[in-house]
């Protein structure tokens, strides 16, 4: 509350500007029927806005305090006024992205998410989203259509999907379901071949022979991806054709056993983007419109539970593809687990011989009669070399051995009371259906 005399009209406003840039209130303003009295303002913040100004409340107070106007404020009234609170300053540490232009001329921050981001980012991919159905029937009988999605991704018609929408999965073992038609979203349709299917990852490669050019997608990288970062999941669910959905990253390495699934260890990118029946197959795509994982199934009990193949992995298998025509991946028969410093703590509480090791991964359980059981391998074991490398995840592990099979490789171990062992595997190929 301040007295205010007849000198400065404008000083008022100055002080309501002010009052407006920090969020809602209320401005009183009277003046008593004598000429000569002071007009009395009264300026009403809420309470909690005023506890979240801090420093800048602090100086208004002051401003207003030392501050006396002369206004012929006869005609105010009770005036209300709204305004949007800014968000805080960004730490002084914090690096300022330089603004880049669209294509469309726009500017936009490296990194922000604006209104045309996602937009932007679907118009890039779009075009090379493909609907995809399969005659499914037995006997020469038609029993209906199996339906899905794909992406060119190659100007020479290569088109990514899943597996189990082109192929036939009978018990154990899995057939082509013949051939596969394709619509493009500017209409175009043509008949696709299944060129290659990996049960195992679930992923396929169709193939389509175009005498007009064919517009594609880009591959990018999953493992830039982060939790929370925004992602769009696009396809033809329920054969509805250039459908978009967008969500956030939710994990970006959801194991195959969080979910209940077994045979080899996988791992996937799960997010809450909406996907329904149609969508396997179709690309999950991050914000600079680049392929970053394909689309293949989601939790039915539940909402925002959506899974994704990462494309670093699919990048592997259509190397395998396109060198043997299938996916090698070579098998040793035993499980195995990341160590952390928490987890290693934690075994050596319980069993006090528990090897003395930072990091490595640990073999819980050996297959009877596997290459790691006949190569000596002990439940307990902790791997810290693998062929001549430290290791210190089961990833590691994977890439190191990459596709060889029937080939030795010599792998050190720490057993209990920090006995280290050498031992000789020899890797077989696993069987696809497991």
């Known amino acids: 509350m301040v007295s205010a005399g007849s000198s400065s009209q404008n000083s008022l406003f100055r002080v309501v500007a002010i009052a407006t840039t920090v969020g809602s209130g209320l401005l009183y303003a009277s003046r008593s029927s004598d000429a000569d009295s002071k007009t009395r303002i009264l300026l009403s913040i809420p309470a909690p806005l005023c506890k979240s100004l801090s420093l800048p409340w602090q100086r208004l107070q ?72 399969v005659p499914q029937g037995f006997y020469g009988i038609s029993t209906g259509k199996s339906i899905g999605s794909g992406t060119i991704i190659d100007a020479d018609g290569t088109i990514l999907t899943c597996a189990h929408v082109v192929v036939d999965f009978q018990g154990m073992r899995a057939s082509c379901k013949g051939k596969v038609d394709v ?60 459908t978009i959905t967008a969500g956030i990253v939710s994990c970006v390495d959801r194991k195959s056993s969080d979910l209940g699934l077994g045979g080899m260890r996988r791992e996937y990118l799960q997010t809450d983007c909406a996907i329904n029946a149609g969508n396997s197959g179709g690309p999950l795509v991050n914000t600079d419109g680049e392929i970053v994982g394909v689309n293949i199934m989601k939790v039915l009990a539940a909402d925002g539970l959506s899974f994704a193949v990462p494309i670093d992995s699919v990048a592997k298998i259509i190397e395998h593809f396109k060198k043997s025509g299938r996916v090698i991946r070579p098998w040793l028969g035993s499980k195995m687990l990341d160590l952390n410093e928490l987890i290693i703590a934690q075994l050596k509480e319980r069993d006090p011989s528990f090897p003395n090791v930072k990091r490595g991964v640990l073999v819980p359980m050996v297959t009877p009669g596997s290459p790691a059981d006949r190569a000596g391998f002990h439940p307990g074991d902790v791997v810290i070399e693998f062929d001549g490398h430290p290791v210190e995840s089961i990833k590691e592990i994977i890439e190191i051995m990459g596709d060889r099979i029937g080939q030795p490789l010599n792998i050190v171990v720490q057993r209990a009371n920090d006995k280290l062992v050498t031992l000789t595997v020899i890797p077989e190929e696993t069987n696809p259906y497991m």
């Not at 071949?193 to 880009?218: F, Q």
């Open 62 to 133: 002051s401003f207003i305090s030392h501050s006396s106007f002369d206004s012929d404020l006869s005609n105010f009234g009770n005036l209300g006024f709204f305004s949007s609170r800014v968000s805080p300053a960004p730490p002084g540490d914090m690096k300022k992205e330089a603004p880049v232009n669209d294509k469309d001329g726009t500017k936009s921050c490296c990194g922000c998410l604006g209104k045309d981001t996602i937009a932007n980012a679907a118009a890039r991919v779009g075009p090379a989203v493909v609907n995809l159905s």
């Open 183 to 242: 619509t493009l979203q500017d209409g175009r349709t043509f008949e696709g071949t299944l060129l290659n299917a990996d049960l195992h990852s679930d992923i396929a490669i169709v193939k389509i022979n175009s005498k007009t050019p064919l517009p594609t997608a880009k591959l990018g990288s999953s493992s830039k991806l982060r939790p929370g970062d925004w992602v769009v999941a696009m396809g033809c669910p329920l054969s509805l054709q250039n």
